[in-house]
């Protein structure tokens, strides 16, 4: 399996912009879909946007599109989600995924091979 670590939350303004990163090891980078999800405190982990093993396939939760784009380098096998107008709603532990099994339509937990530990986004109204 891959091994990821996310860098890059904490607390913002509304409207602010912040960008995530997942640093993968272990497996080869580009065998992997690598996608984002997050998880409010008292809700279900929610799939954010997922990315295909060339970079060149990608897809969003209705909920952020036009404001979150996803990338990748598969030199530095790291992923990344920039985070553009900021709203209060999208405060939560965001976490980094890896599936083998799935395509960047059909991600979801189920399909989830590795998780990183999480990183705390916070936005301020």
């Known amino acids: 399996q891959v091994q990821l670590v996310e860098s890059g939350g904490g607390l913002v303004q509304a409207g602010d912009s912040l960008r995530l990163s997942c640093a993968a090891s272990g497996r080869t980078f580009t065998a992997y879909v690598m996608g984002w999800f997050r998880q409010a405190a008292g809700k279900e982990r929610d799939f954010v946007a997922a990315?295909?093993?060339?970079?060149?396939?990608?897809n969003y939760a209705d909920s952020v599109k036009g404001r979150f784009t996803i990338s990748r380098d598969n030199v530095k096998n790291t992923v990344y989600l920039q985070l553009n107008s900021l709203k209060p709603e999208d405060t939560a532990v965001y976490y980094c995924a890896a599936s083998e099994r799935a395509n960047v339509w059909r991600l979801h937990a189920g399909t989830v091979d590795s998780w990183g530990q999480g990183t705390q986004v916070t936005v301020s109204s």
């Open positions: 990315i295909s093993w060339s970079g060149y396939n990608t």
